[in-house]
């Protein structure tokens, strides 16, 4: 059995409701203005904690403009863009980092970040980060996670598109290393991502195979996606967030907007809360419907000694007599009082 882990003053596991990471990711479109503003935005909608992107670009890739450094897929958000460019852009400025974070603990939100190479690492543990995501593209990244993890806090980790024995290679170098608590969130690395690509069967046998939490790290459009996750046991939702997807960002294509990230955390809510147990038999709240249900009354006024007939009982509602399955039973059988219209019928009437 996977056990329960915290982040800062949140617990994840089963008997917890979801938690809701808002990833500002590059949309704070190089104001640090605008990213304390996502930061308000994000703690007002009630999601539990914002996610930063911790790199740069000479971190991530090589100045060169051609080849397979330039982005020519006509189907990417990002056609027409180096990869060193777009870092360049998307990359939240590390001296604004400490500003963030004392936001997010100000207004009561827990504030962590996606580290891309050990470096990012370092500077993140002098900020005491409480937790460390993986992203899709660096799980094959062992070194990286092997630093990630030998902090011993917990580490997130993106499936993206990695294969089972990848998967298994990451969570033995993560364990290794040190980590004793990982969560594995299912991704689908297209963006924006389709439902019909998601496959979020695969959450619970990521659950068991790897025995770890597990969690939904979503690019589909709205909310349906990852309220469905939740009954498969997803125990903690991360999804992109701006301000207003009108006005622009690299990521703001699949972004959620504040009255939708607000929606995500009432609804995922909801959908743990009506998770509960295996149960039948009326609950305690449906125990005062039990009178609403149908029994056997008598619908004409009946003489002592007549018989019992389809014609002077019915199967009626309210439930106050016997259960429709004795009506049969009664029928020939002789009252043994006078009974009168309305009246349920028990077994002491019947002679």
């Known amino acids: 059995m996977s056990k329960i882990i915290k982040i800062g003053n949140r617990l994840i596991g089963n008997g917890h409701p979801p938690f809701i990471i808002a990833e500002m990711s590059g949309n704070h479109n190089s104001s640090l203005e605008r990213a304390l503003a996502i930061v308000e935005a994000a703690a007002k909608s009630g999601a539990h904690a914002l996610k930063l992107q911790t790199y740069t670009a000479d971190t991530m890739t090589l100045d060169i403009k051609e080849g397979e450094f330039f982005i020519n897929d006509p189907k990417s958000l990002w056609k ?3 990869l060193y460019d777009l870092y360049k852009t998307a990359y939240t400025p590390w001296e604004w980092h400490e ?3 004392k936001k997010c603990r100000e207004l009561g939100i827990i504030c962590f970040s996606t580290p891309f190479d050990e470096t990012a690492v370092d500077f993140l543990e002098s900020l005491d980060a409480p937790a460390y995501k993986i992203a899709s593209f660096e799980n094959n990244h062992l070194p990286l996670i092997r630093k990630a993890a030998s902090t011993g806090k917990p580490l997130i980790i ?9 998967l298994d290679e990451v969570v033995r170098t993560a364990r290794e290393a040190g980590c004793k608590d990982i969560v594995m969130l299912k991704c689908t690395s297209t963006y924006p991502a389709t439902p019909d690509g998601t496959n979020l069967l695969t959450i619970p046998h990521l659950k068991e195979l790897f025995n770890v939490e597990v969690g939904l790290s979503d690019h589909t459009i709205g909310i ?3 309220v469905a996750s939740v009954a ?12 207003s997807r009108a006005d622009g960002g690299v990521d703001s294509a699949f972004s959620m907007e504040p009255d939708e990230m607000k929606m995500l955390v009432e609804e995922t809510y909801k959908a743990w809360q009506a998770l509960g147990g295996v149960n039948y038999g009326p609950t305690e709240k449906e125990k005062a419907s039990i009178r609403f249900r149908r029994s056997v009354y008598a619908v004409k006024d009946i003489k002592k000694g007549e018989a019992f007939t389809p014609e002077n009982i019915r199967i009626i509602r309210p439930g106050g007599g016997l259960p429709p399955k004795y009506h049969d039973v009664l029928l020939g059988k002789k009252a043994s009082c006078d009974i009168k219209r309305g009246t349920p019928i028990g077994w002491g009437m019947a002679g």
């Open 158 to 166: 993106s499936t993206g598109m990695a294969t089972i024995a990848e």
């Open 232 to 243: 498969l046991g997803a125990t903690m939702i991360e999804k992109h967030f701006t301000l």
């Open 80 to 82: 027409g863009s180096s």
């Open 99 to 101: 500003a963030i974070f």
């Open 224 to 226: 349906g996606v990852a």
